[in-house]
């Protein structure tokens, strides 16, 4: 007869920059629960251990980016991917959270059961495909939101006729050498702007092939006021100051695109062409169709990209292909761009919930049916908390609140003898108005997806919040018992929320 599968209190799926901080506030808040952290792969950072290639880089200040309970303390607010991989190794280390990390354990199926108040997971452990199940009472995951396995490839008219190397960033070789080579990068968005001044300091000339332009800003990588504060305060003051204020300016900036998006688009123009000279064509080159924030804006760090522009190392070729050929490019225009490396910088898969199969009481969960609870619950589906940071500020400060909200209520189930929090629609709303998950954002790898997600209403907490001044609020002062969770389980499965 086969043993009882292990039963731990919480598992957290996956070791990057959520999974650690979700395990940090969880050892420091609920003390008592014993928790495991399941790790697809064989290393802590998640996307910033995926990510290799050339110039690698955040796109968002470590004073935000990095955690609210540890301080940056690089010099660089822009950091780039190996200080930041050896951010959360460290954070992992320092709080002993290593220690609790599995290593290839790839959640494939997830089913719970109200009759034992558990979630029952099946484990693929390494690469041989044996499984194993575990137990637990709550799920939270921190898995990503994009598939690590496979990255988005448009279907090239001709590709396979190309002679040359075709990657994608996502699955960059380490030995790839583009010394002296020719290189076309297709795309317009973040990886496709770090790879470009990055490959330009050694290719013999690297071509940013863009079918429409992207919104861009440029930053110094060096925060003066941060670094100058540190100088002055402890560590831990400097960084809240630093952190408050890029919050401030980031939800500042966000609402200004929002409310006059002409006004900030000149704004951002007019600073490419100060950084590019009146001979650029900024016009054709850096000027979108759509308003700031439409799309996440891209980050250019101290201005790289445009001096690689500059220096004639790297062009902007703004057209659409008609097709690959055996030595390159050819355009709808007729121009040919040759080619000894192409770079398919054309996004990510994503997926929901880390692609897991989930079922309650053996009905399987389809969360494109669901509606969202603070944009991390979803409606009829037991303690699972799904992590998913902001598109319109730093990943970090939505993962600390939401880490720290599921802490809160942890700590309600156990101080009133509860085991389950389940979202209930009230049947008052069953009728309102429904939104995309993410609403008035329209990148082309979440718009492709976006019908797969849950729904958001429009009454609060049936909503997915893009507001770090709001969701304080809403999840660190808001009740827990909030009408909204319905509470079962344990010594107390009568209680329910009014």
């Known amino acids: 007869m ?54 690698i880089r955040s796109d968002s200040d470590m004073h935000t980016l990095g955690y609210k309970f540890r301080p940056w303390r690089d010099g660089k607010a822009i950091a780039d991917g190996p200080a930041i991989r050896a951010y959360v190794r460290d954070t992992a280390r320092e709080g002993g959270i290593d220690c609790h990390i599995r290593f290839r354990q790839r959640l494939r199926e997830a089913h719970w059961d109200s009759a034992a108040a558990e979630w029952r997971l099946l484990i693929e452990e390494g690469d041989a495909g044996s499984t194993r199940e575990l137990r637990t009472g709550f799920l939270l995951m921190c898995a990503g939101y994009y598939r690590y396995d496979r990255a988005h490839t448009p279907d090239y008219p001709g590709r396979e ?50 079918r429409s332009p992207t919104w861009v800003i440029s930053r110094p990588a060096r925060d003066r006021l941060a670094n100058a504060l540190r100088a002055l305060l402890p ?20 609402h200004r695109s929002r409310v006059a998006p002409g006004k900030v688009g000149r704004v951002l123009l007019r600073r490419v062409r100060r950084a590019l000279g009146p001979d650029y064509d900024v016009e054709r080159h850096f000027t979108p169709s759509y308003d700031p924030w439409d799309q996440r804006l891209c980050l250019v760090p101290d201005g790289d990209l445009f001096d690689a522009l500059k220096s004639g190392r790297a062009r902007v070729v703004t057209d659409t292909i008609e ?38 009481d053996g009905e399987p969960v389809d969360f494109a049916r669901s509606w969202t609870y603070k944009g991390i619950m979803c409606s009829g589906v037991p303690n699972l908390v799904s992590v998913f940071g902001y598109i319109n500020a730093s990943w970090t400060l939505r993962a600390d609140l939401t880490a ?14 509860l085991a389950v929090a389940t979202p209930t629609l009230p049947a008052a709303l ?7 998950w993410i609403d008035d954002f329209s990148p082309g790898y979440l718009r492709r997806v976006m019908h797969r997600f849950p729904r958001q209403g429009d009454h609060a ?20 018992d909030d009408g909204a969770l319905v509470f079962s389980g344990a010594g107390c499965g009568k209680h329910r929320a009014a």
């Not at 957290?12 to 003390?31: E, M, N, R």
């Not at 831990?236 to 408050?244: D, N």
């Not at 599921?406 to 309600?412: E, H, Q, S, V």
Request: with cysteine; hydrophobic share 45%.
């Open 2 to 55: 086969n043993a009882p599968a292990e039963r731990i209190d919480v598992i957290i799926v996956g070791a990057g920059l959520s999974g650690i901080g979700a395990a940090w506030h969880l050892q420091q808040q609920c003390p008592g629960l014993d928790y495991r952290i399941l790790e697809a792969r064989d290393a802590i950072g998640g996307t910033w251990d995926l990510f290799r290639y050339p110039g």
């Open 161 to 210: 006729a190309y002679r040359g190397t075709f990657i994608h960033p996502q699955f960059w070789p380490e030995d790839l050498d583009y010394r002296g080579k020719r290189v076309v990068v297709i795309g317009s968005g973040a990886t496709a702007m770090t790879l470009v001044p990055a490959l330009a300091e050694q290719a013999q000339e690297v071509v940013m092939l863009q």
């Open 235 to 254: 560590d831990t003051l400097a960084y809240a100051l630093t952190r408050w204020k890029n919050t401030a300016l980031q939800q500042w900036f966000y």
């Open 323 to 360: 097709r690959f050929t055996e030595n390159g490019i050819r355009l709808a225009s007729g121009d040919e761009l040759p080619a000894d490396i192409i770079v398919s910088a054309t996004g990510l898969e994503v997926e929901v919930l880390g692609g897991v199969a989930f079922s309650v």
């Open 404 to 417: 720290e909200w599921t802490c809160r209520l942890l700590n309600y189930l156990r101080e009133h003898d």
């Open 430 to 436: 069953a009728d309102m108005p429904d939104r995309d």
């Open 461 to 480: 907490p049936w909503v997915n919040p893009q507001d770090y001044r709001a969701d304080r609020k809403l999840f660190l002062e808001a009740p827990i």
